[in-house]
């Protein structure tokens, strides 16, 4: 694990480079098994072989850290030289570098299994000694996976934790030294009749096919294991604690596997170990095809015992162990399988006692070729199966080593394992007849809740099936999903909501309006991650503007293309932008070009990975990659966070770029625009960029659409950052903070309020702020924007009440009425900087909640008729207006109404229907201001060409 990261982070995190670590890896496992096992049957002391080992791979993992430094100079020179247009040479030179780093440390510990078995086999037996070493081995495993991500990366960082581990190693090398040494003749010497008598050798045919078994084995599992961490990712969440998690519970299934055979006394064990392996196997699939009907249910029950935890530190212990408990019950049957399937093999394997060692070394160099293709055919195949079509073909897989069994049996196979196989494949079908899994709910990213769901499973398939599936893909690093409501388009990664529209609107679009805007002579922009593609749009609106964009996921990309296309300007079509498949510390590192204009928008750094791009080390890249006066653009959420967090995105941040300002692109979203040197505005330049174009954009996303607006949106100067940041640790890629805490931050729901209480705009200095600059027009524009925060947390507020409101069945209270009336004002909506679009969307949804609620009133009708009206869906408008009509009394202002109906009618085209709804006004009582207002919307629809009908119709009063 740690010395995976410390490989990606050099060759990057792109699936390519996955791959070729995962093939180095396990293939200098394979080779070291294959050379030491044959070593091991003809040295004197295989303890003092195995002590060897142990002390030479934690030599080597202590020098590693500094290995990867020497290493990087010539491999980034090479690589370099030919990126990005001969990226075949590249992944070359990343295997070369993989393969000098990683190979020798592989290869010793790919020895270390069969030189311990030599050890201690005279003694103990073959299968119980494999079958022990086996689990123990295991067990190791999955309590390394667990303490690196809870305990040691988090408190001694990368460069700690190898050190220790290099320190267990030294230190297993010295125990095993000394009792080797103690224990002398005794461990050395063998007798070989007598072991041979207690396990009798196989002939070749036994074990050529416990070989393509134990193959197929460790094909089928390494590839479940990729289809189970992808599936429950998206059910449990993708933080590095829950991968951890799902880690360590497949490792543990393993490990019981093994133990369970190395207490076993079932004659069958020994006598007829491949009848045992299609025994196994065959169980195996049986339980696999049985739980996975179980994995919606399982996200329903995760999110009933994880929405009774507590929000604190304890609760996060305790949310880990019903992680692990879900992982477990789904993975633990067909995990104890394959755990027992390799001692078994091994087993079957022994040719003699003399050729013990290479027996074993061969078993696990096989099994471990069989993973080696398992991972990648697993990644390759994902994309046209889907996960569950994947799941299916790995029980095939198990079915066809079952059988392969079988066949190398050398007796007449008897009804019993016929029949278990048969089972098996009947619950092959069954599986299969059940169809695909459904994302509405394995991707629904109900982990984020923290509401009770609801009590029964149908109810929470009918909550959830509310959102319209739109595009499923299950690709080579992670399944991309898009589904739509009533309201928002959103695309997930793994579950996980990274870009919506309308929603995300304001904040997608001003992280690439702002910097535009602050520097009026960039050509050259970067924006890392494409999402919906909105903010790359966004910067295409300025002419002769160049972008290059960097995506880690093909399916992000037809995602965007094909349902977010309207929302990001067509993008994807544009001459002016260049995409590339990779990720962005690659590029960064190996492109030559150089930007005026980098922009980060990650996904949350709670996500496994993510945090890598808030790092000291990502942002001396950056820093690299501008021209000079260049400026960066970090995003950051005040979210499911913590103060604590924020300071540290911060003050990394400001560790390598003194000058950020705080922006406020969206609620609950932060831009840090990040320089080397103060800013020095041009307002002149400035308020020339607001073309056309660049003023529809703004409109579009709901965001201000001039220099005041936008220069409102200042929260912070440089001044005011640096006291944020505070003094305190920094984010590397040796000491992974954020990685590790932002987990927790999340889990506890939490937000970062300290940057809404240091906002300038709202301490009556503002002074410092680009904006004030401007004077009388600068400050109308602040009081206009400090107030849409908390406005659209009470329209947030509102809605809510509103929802429990209808869930019990009850009517809304007067006060209720009140709030919403006040909140869908057209004073609210449209004088105080609301983003338009999702101010106007959640207003008419509050509205038709109170309308379709019994006991809805005149006014109800008419305050949705008039939202609506604003929002320029005139013929619902006018349709809700005739409503309020005829609901109304005496008491109601039926004037008004009649004006503000002629005036949706008018904007329809229907002259006949707006002249005697105006005619309805005056008889009604109407102002005659009102009145003016009602004849201009009729002398509109004439002057700008709107068609009109002249004849009667139905919805004239």
Not at 329 to 358: D, E
Request: hydrophobic share 50%.
């Amino acid at each position: 694990m740690l010395w995976s990261r410390f490989i990606a982070g050099l060759v990057g995190a792109s699936s390519v480079a996955h791959v070729i670590v995962l093939i180095v890896f396990m293939g200098g496992l394979a080779l070291g098994s294959w050379v030491f096992g044959q070593k091991a049957d003809h040295v004197a002391s295989p303890g003092k072989l195995y002590a060897m080992l142990e002390l030479a791979v934690g030599l080597y993992a202590m020098a590693l850290p500094w290995l990867l430094k020497g290493a990087a100079i010539p491999y980034l020179a090479l690589a370099r030289s030919h990126y990005p247009d001969d990226l075949g040479t590249v992944a070359a030179l990343r295997f070369l570098l993989a393969m000098v780093l990683l190979l020798p440390p592989t290869v010793l510990m790919g020895g270390t299994l069969p030189a311990a078995v030599r050890m201690l086999a005279g003694q103990q037996g073959l299968r119980h000694t494999v079958a022990r070493l086996y689990f123990l081995n295991s067990l190791g495993a999955a309590l390394g996976a667990s303490l690196a991500a809870f305990i040691l990366l988090p408190s001694l960082g990368m460069v700690g934790a190898s050190l220790l581990s290099a320190g267990l190693n030294i230190t297993a090398a010295v125990v095993a030294w000394a009792w080797s040494h103690r224990a002398g003749e005794a461990l050395a010497q063998v007798d070989e009749q007598a072991l041979e008598a207690k396990e009798p050798p196989f002939p070749a045919r036994t074990a050529h096919a416990a070989l393509a078994v134990i193959c197929l084995s460790g094909f089928a599992g390494l590839g479940l294991e990729v289809a189970w961490i992808r599936l429950l990712a998206m059910m449990l969440g993708s933080t590095a604690q829950a991968f951890a998690v799902m880690l360590s519970a497949f490792i543990l299934g393993i490990a019981l596997g093994s133990a369970w055979v190395a207490r076993t006394k079932a004659p069958i064990a020994e006598k007829d170990p491949l009848l045992l392996l299609s025994y196994l196997l065959c169980a195996g699939a049986l339980a696999l095809a049985a739980t996975l009907p179980l994995y919606e249910h399982a996200v329903f029950l995760f999110t009933h015992l994880s929405s009774s935890l507590p929000r604190d530190d304890y609760g996060f212990v305790l949310y880990q162990g019903v992680t692990f408990g879900v992982c477990m019950g789904l993975m633990l049957l067909p995990t104890i399988a394959l755990g027992a399937a390799f001692p078994v093999a091994t087993r079957a394997t022994l040719r003699g006692a003399k050729s013990m060692g290479k027996g074993v070394g061969l078993t696990y160099a096989v099994n471990t070729l069989g993973t080696i293709t398992g991972a990648p055919v697993a990644a390759i195949l994902m994309p046209a199966l889907g996960l569950h079509g994947l799941f299916v073909f790995e029980l095939l897989v198990l079915l066809v080593a079952a059988k392969a069994a079988l066949w190398g049996r050398a007796e007449k196979v008897r009804a019993p394992a016929w029949a278990t196989w048969g089972v098996t494949a009947l619950a092959l079908a069954g599986t299969y007849a059940l169809g695909a899994f459904r994302y509405q709910i394995i991707a629904a990213g109900v982990y984020r809740s923290d509401s009770k769901p609801p009590d029964s499973f149908d109810e929470f398939v009918q909550a959830l099936e509310q959102e319209t599936p739109l595009y499923v893909a299950d690709g080579f690093d992670a399944t991309v999903t898009v589904g739509q409501n009533q309201t928002d388009i959103t695309l997930r990664v793994n579950g996980k909501a990274d870009a919506s529209a309308p929603g995300d609107m304001s904040t997608q679009a001003l992280l690439g309006h702002i910097p535009m805007v602050l520097k009026p002579d960039a050509k050259k922009v970067l924006v890392v991650g494409l999402g919906s593609g909105v903010t790359s749009g966004a910067v295409l609106q300025y002419p002769d503007t160049e972008v290059d964009t960097v995506e880690l996921l093909p399916e992000v990309v037809v995602a965007a293309a094909e349902f977010f296309g309207k929302y990001n300007e067509g993008a994807l079509e544009h001459p002016r932008m260049r995409l590339t498949i990779d990720d962005a510390k690659t590029f960064l590192r190996l492109s030559p070009q150089r930007y005026d204009v980098i922009i980060s928008e990650p996904s949350n750094p709670w996500m496994a990975g993510i945090a890598t791009l808030f790092t000291t080390d990502f942002y001396q890249d950056v820093e690299a990659a501008l021209a000079p006066n260049g400026l960066f653009v970090q995003w950051c959420h005040t979210y499911e966070t913590s103060d604590e967090l924020v300071a540290l995105v911060a003050r990394t941040l400001m560790s390598r770029f003194p000058y950020v300002y705080a922006f406020e692109p969206g609620d609950y979203d932060v831009a840090f625009v990040a320089s080397r040197t103060p800013l020095a505005p041009d307002y002149a330049a400035m308020n020339a960029r607001f073309s056309t174009p660049v003023k529809a954009s703004l409109a579009r996303a709901g965001a201000p659409v001039d220099l005041p607006g936008l220069l409102a949106r200042q929260m912070l100067s440089p001044v005011s950052m640096r006291s944020l940041a505070g003094a305190g640790p920094l984010n590397t890629n040796g000491k992974p903070i954020l990685e590790f805490k932002a987990p927790i931050g999340f889990f506890k729901r939490t937000n970062a309020r300290q940057v809404g209480l240091m906002d300038e705009r709202k301490s009556g200095n503002g002074r410092q702020l680009l904006v004030s600059a401007l004077g009388t027009e600068g400050r109308a524009a602040v009081s206009r924007t400090v107030r849409r925060p908390e406005l659209a947390s009470q329209l947030r507020t509102a809605a809510n009440t509103l929802e429990m409101e209808i869930a019990l069945g009850n009517q809304p209270s007067s006060t209720l009425r009140k709030v919403v009336k006040m909140l869908t004002a057209a004073n609210t909506l449209d004088s105080d900087s609301l983003s338009p679009a999702p101010a106007y969307d959640k207003a008419i949804a509050l509205a038709r909640q109170l309308v379709s609620m019994p006991g809805g009133t005149a006014e109800d009708s008419a305050l949705l008729a008039d939202t609506l009206r604003r929002a320029s869906q005139h013929a619902e408008a006018a349709r809700m207006y005739q409503r309020a009509l005829a609901q109304s009394n005496s008491n109601d202002p039926r004037g008004q109404w009649f004006v503000e109906w002629a005036q949706s009618l008018a904007a329809q085209g229907d002259l006949y229907g707006a002249s005697h709804a105006l005619a309805a006004a005056v008889g009604s009582g109407a102002s005659e201001s009102a009145l003016t207002q009602g004849r201009a919307a009729l002398g509109l629809a004439l002057a700008h060409g709107v068609p009109v009908a002249l004849q009667p119709s139905t919805q004239a009063p």
